[in-house]
């Protein structure tokens, strides 16, 4: 063989090896995907949502005058009696203290009101000599007038004389009591916080007692202190007869219905199982975290466990709440498997080793499967979570 020919039998054999070479690197490979069977599962579709657990009937213990508050003793979880059970007591305020403008006026209040008083003694004196007067004038008329010697007129002239000092004599009277009274106001705003605080050591404090049977929840205002009235002090409630409370959207709201199973977990201890009791009939604006404005709407829902599986839930915790709306056993495929195209579901089903698009009817469905009424059958393989490397007819393998 010649020079040039065994060249070029070299340089064929090694356009062979880089041509085989490039067919192998460019074949077409499997891709390794997730798969999953169409099977009959139970499916349940549920509202979920975090509530929190509370006493049903919760009653708030407020002062009803306004005082100074004894320091509340009683503590959260202590068994009260209705009617029996002392929970706070208010005693009288003692007066403020005056700054130097305020006590002059006062002083000068309670002098002003001292010589109103010693006008008011002399007025009376003044009654009581006119009306002494008038007593001897009415006694002499009615002894010149029995001897004939004065007319009837002059008897009563005389008669009303007397009337008109005797109502003298009481208005002076009056007079003198009103400003007596006026100098004891006067006399009174000059009391000082100290002399009040000793002088309230014997007066009557009324007494707050528990007006139901059950347990301090809470201490809303534990040390002593002036109060107004109304101001909420104590709250009281059965921590036995439990409810949860969950806002749920008002478009899911919409879906539950009272006489629902609902199932309560996420506070720490077993799941528990509830039913729902009433829907609240308004609905309020809530922002959300994220500063989104929700319509929110209340539902109620009561505990049917017995009070051993309760007693470690209290006042206030947070649960997580599942409101059962359907529960059934049908046939199902993972919503991971869904895919939207052209406004219509979509799986890849498993057909000979490559992908296969088909389209799906679904139904119910929840956080992880959903019904499936119509385009496939029990038992196909459909691939879950498809890549955009997977299209119609991709040749598939199951990942390792």
Known sequence: MTTAGRRLLIWGFIVLLVAAGLAYAFRPQAIPVDLASIEERRLRV??????????????????????????????EGDPVIAGDTALARIEPAVPTFLDLRSEGEARANVEAARSARELAQAELTSSQAELAFAESELERARSLFARGTVAKRVLDQAERAHRIAAAGLLTAQAALDMRSHELEVAEARLTSPSLGQEQSGDCECLTLRAPVDGEVLRVLQESETVVQPGQPLVDIGDPRDLQVVVDLLSEDAVKV???????????????????????????????????IEEQRVDV????????????????????????ILQDTHVLSLPIGALFSEDGQWKVFRVQEGRAVSVAVEIGLRNQTHAELRDGLNKGDQVVLYPTDRVVEGSLIEPRQ
């Not at 975090?50 to 009653?59: C, F, M, N, P």
């Not at 109620?300 to 409101?323: A, K, M, P, W």
């Open 46 to 75: 549920t509202v979920e949502e975090e509530g929190k657990a509370e006493v049903r009937e919760v009653y708030t213990l407020s002062a009803p005058v306004g005082g100074r508050l004894l320091r509340i003793s009683a503590e």
């Open 257 to 291: 219905e009272p006489g629902q199973q609902v199932i309560v977990s996420g506070w720490g201890g077993p799941d528990l199982n509830g039913v729902v009791r009433r829907v609240e009939p308004y609905g309020y604006t809530k922002v959300s975290a994220l500063g």
């Open 300 to 323: 109620l829902i009561d505990f049917i466990e017995t009070q051993d599986r309760l007693s470690r839930l209290g006042h206030g915790y947070r649960v997580n709440v599942d409101v």
